[in-house]
């Protein structure tokens, strides 16, 4: 029998602080009483997976290559500023753990909800929520835009959908030649959340 929802959660547990944030996520979302499945790239304790329904550990950790990551914060009239990733990037790595969890998951649920380690949400509300916009639509999730970076993205904390769909509708990558070779023009919209709202708009107008 294949059963509605899951909740999703990918970590890269390279610090305490990142662990902690897990926890606390992992905590809040068994209050929901719907199974939790935990991904990552590297090996995590026993006492962490020991709390989740299924953990998929993929040891190969595929990250940018000869790619600078931007971060900027802004607030205007205060500060402005743009610093650089020191080292190898996660879009891909975290993008191919979700096809792999999808591909796992898809004759076990019918729908996945999504939830950064390190987002704050009202998880119960929001699931009940986006399951009945689920019905009629494939993917929720919301977006931003900065114009003056020409970018458009998916909210990275969090975002929904039918698993099938996604398994079905959303390429096997397993190189960054064939991240860029999805995506747009290169730069920033090769960012993680860039990346997909781009990839969506391409192939189903939104």
Same mark, same amino acid.
């Given at each position: 029998?294949?059963? !509605? !929802?899951?909740?999703?959660?990918?970590?890269?547990?390279?610090?305490?602080?990142?662990?902690?944030?897990?926890?606390?996520?992992?905590?809040?979302?068994?209050?929901?009483?719907?199974?939790? %499945?935990?991904?990552?790239?590297?090996?995590?304790?026993?006492?962490?997976?020991?709390?989740?329904?299924?953990?998929?550990?993929?040891?190969?950790?595929?990250?940018?290559?000869?790619?600078?990551?931007?971060?900027?914060?802004?607030?205007?009239?205060?500060?402005?500023?743009?610093?650089?990733?020191?080292?190898?990037?996660?879009?891909?790595?975290?993008?191919?753990?979700?096809?792999?969890?999808?591909?796992?998951?898809?004759?076990?649920?019918?729908?996945?909800?999504?939830?950064?380690? !390190?987002?704050?949400?009202?998880?119960?509300?929001?699931?009940?929520?986006?399951?009945?916009?689920?019905? /009629?639509?494939?993917?929720?999730?919301?977006?931003? !835009?900065?114009?003056?970076?020409?970018?458009?993205?998916?909210?990275?904390?969090?975002?929904?959908?039918?698993?099938?769909?996604?398994? /079905?509708?959303?390429?096997?990558?397993?190189?960054?030649?064939?991240?860029?070779?999805?995506?747009?023009?290169?730069?920033?919209? %090769?960012?993680?959340?860039?990346?997909?709202?781009?990839?969506?708009?391409?192939?189903?107008?939104?």
């Amino acid at each position: 029998m294949i059963r !509605d !929802d899951i909740i999703f959660t990918m970590c890269h547990p390279e610090s305490e602080i990142k662990i902690a944030q897990l926890r606390t996520l992992i905590s809040a979302a068994k209050s929901t009483s719907l199974p939790i %499945l935990l991904a990552s790239h590297l090996p995590l304790s026993s006492d962490i997976v020991s709390q989740v329904d299924y953990f998929i550990y993929d040891r190969y950790d595929t990250l940018s290559e000869g790619y600078i990551v931007n971060y900027y914060y802004n607030v205007p009239g205060y500060i402005s500023t743009c610093t650089r990733r020191p080292g190898g990037y996660h879009a891909l790595a975290g993008y191919i753990s979700l096809k792999e969890s999808m591909t796992f998951l898809r004759n076990k649920f019918k729908r996945f909800h999504f939830i950064s380690y !390190d987002t704050l949400l009202d998880i119960k509300p929001y699931i009940e929520y986006v399951s009945s916009i689920l019905l /009629d639509y494939n993917f929720v999730s919301g977006r931003y !835009d900065v114009p003056l970076q020409q970018m458009k993205g998916i909210l990275p904390g969090f975002f929904s959908c039918n698993i099938a769909w996604w398994d /079905d509708h959303m390429p096997e990558i397993s190189t960054w030649e064939e991240w860029k070779s999805h995506g747009r023009d290169g730069a920033d919209n %090769l960012l993680g959340e860039n990346w997909l709202h781009n990839y969506f708009e391409d192939h189903w107008p939104i």
